[in-house]
């Protein structure tokens, strides 16, 4: 995790842990989607700067990124982390979410990946760049299919 937060100047070619990665502008937004696949089969997805999924290689939610907020499964629920700073230390404040906040959580997240699929089904974006591949926009494309169809929403606990 980085000490420090900021923009990123060109997200596709600082993603180099996904060895194959695009990146796409829906027609109807402005902001860059930047997804890709890391050499262990486990998917990423930046809308923008602002958010990020990751999913393990049979499409179960492992870790996220929202306005800010550091969110990583615990196999039955998902730790929310929020950095708090002081002058002298920076410290990560652990919500976990269960219950109702994990399937408002979960919602959130599977909305997002319905409208991702819908937009590559549809066409209705183009490719800026692509590392790694020839058109990866299929794969991708399965690899949501996976996600939305899958039983089970959360990857096994990461260990620190």
Do not use: C
Not at 82 to 94: P, Q
Not at 109 to 132: C, S
Request: aromatic share 8%.
């Amino acid at each position: 995790m980085a000490t420090n937060e900021g923009d990123r100047e060109d997200l596709l070619a600082e993603a180099v842990a996904l060895i194959r990665r695009l990146e796409i502008k829906p027609n109807t937004e402005s902001d860059k989607l930047v997804i890709g696949f890391r050499a262990v089969g486990w998917l990423s997805i930046y809308f923008g700067q602002d958010m990020m999924y990751q999913f393990d290689e049979v499409g179960r939610f492992r870790r996220g990124y929202v306005e800010g907020l550091l969110y990583r499964t615990q196999g039955d629920a998902v730790a929310q982390l929020r950095r708090e700073r002081s002058t002298t230390e920076t410290a990560l404040l652990r919500h976990d979410l269960t219950g109702d906040l994990l399937t408002k959580f979960q919602g959130q997240v599977l909305d997002k990946i319905r409208w991702l699929h819908t937009l590559l089904a549809a066409g209705d974006f183009i490719v800026l760049r692509q590392v790694g591949g020839d058109d990866l926009v299929p794969e991708v494309s399965a690899f949501l299919t996976r996600v939305l169809s899958s039983p089970v929403f959360l990857a096994p606990t990461i260990k620190r």
